[in-house]
């Protein structure tokens, strides 16, 4: 039986979600529990497949993988159980044979969340609009030899809580490439560049190409591959972990607040 798991992970302890020899990934991680759990024993033959790669130190909201195995039920009540705790499966459907996650997504979202507000939010959404429509990407991607031209069908930018967010749905993705849109938004937003910028370079082959921003604000959000899910129970080893990391983090915040120069004439002694 083909099956089809969504699936959600934090990026920053992995080198990617691509499978590498020696290194610790997504998929290889999820493959590796599949084959503990006997589901496949090749994940070749298994067909296993991603709906798309993420680089280090990216998230993943709603990933998709699917494979085929013999033991559908073992794979549905017992892979959150195998699973590392910076991975966990959200919701499981049945796919037909030749169903492929990446060739037959219809469209995926993605999100960045500014570590820093860039400043005029309006002026980024209006800046953004210019990302919309099928357009040349060469400025804003990595190098490499895939056709640069891709369609986008909608990018906006808000606030959320204290966070500038920009999100983007689009077709399918070049290596970097909402990393770069990102950067372009963020100069916008610190009047450092004008919307114009960007127009000129979705114009054609690049001739300046612009800097990714960092991979810890970006989340694979969400993707539509024509799949219903059903909803697999939340797994408490990755509640756990998801629950301390908010609270490493805000203890950093705490700890960094208190190390400031000015902190120093708040403490006793």
């Known amino acids: 039986m083909s099956l089809a798991f969504r699936f959600s992970y934090f990026g920053d302890r ?3 979600s691509q499978m590498q020899p020696g290194l610790r990934t997504v998929e290889g991680e999820f493959v590796a529990a599949c084959m503990r ?3 496949f024993e090749d994940w070749r033959e298994a067909n296993f497949a991603t709906a798309g790669r993420t680089d280090r130190g990216v998230h ?11 033991m559908p039920d073992r794979a549905i009540a017992a892979l959150n159980q195998v699973l590392p705790a910076d991975i966990w499966c959200t919701g499981w459907a049945g796919v037909p044979e030749g169903f492929h996650p990446r060739y037959s997504t219809i469209s995926r979202t993605y999100r960045y969340y500014f570590s820093e507000t860039p400043g005029n939010t309006p002026a980024m959404h209006a800046a953004a609009q210019a990302f919309v429509g099928e357009h040349d ?50 100069r916008v937003g610190a009047g450092e560049a004008e919307a114009g910028e960007i127009v ?10 612009v800097p990714a921003a960092p991979p810890e604000g970006l989340i694979f959000w969400d993707i539509d591959c024509g799949v219903s899910f059903a909803p697999i129970p939340a797994d408490e080893k990755s509640s756990l972990y998801r ?14 607040a208190r190390l400031a120069p000015d902190a120093a004439q708040d403490t006793p002694g």
Not at 157 to 182: D, H, K, Q, T, Y
């Open 14 to 16: 992995f080198f990617g």
């Open 200 to 209: 000129r370079l979705l114009g054609g082959p690049a001739d300046q190409r």
């Open 60 to 70: 993943a909201r709603n990933q998709v993988c699917t494979f085929r195995t013999d």
């Open 243 to 256: 629950a301390d990391r908010r609270r490493y983090h805000a203890l950093m915040a705490e700890v960094a």
């Open 37 to 39: 759990l006997h589901l």
């Open 137 to 186: 990407f060469s400025s804003f991607s990595r190098s490499s030899d895939r056709n640069p031209e891709r369609r986008i069908f909608a990018a906006r930018v808000f606030e959320e809580g204290p966070f500038v967010v920009f999100e983007v749905i689009g077709e399918s993705f070049l290596w970097n490439m909402v990393r770069c849109m990102a950067t372009a938004l963020g």
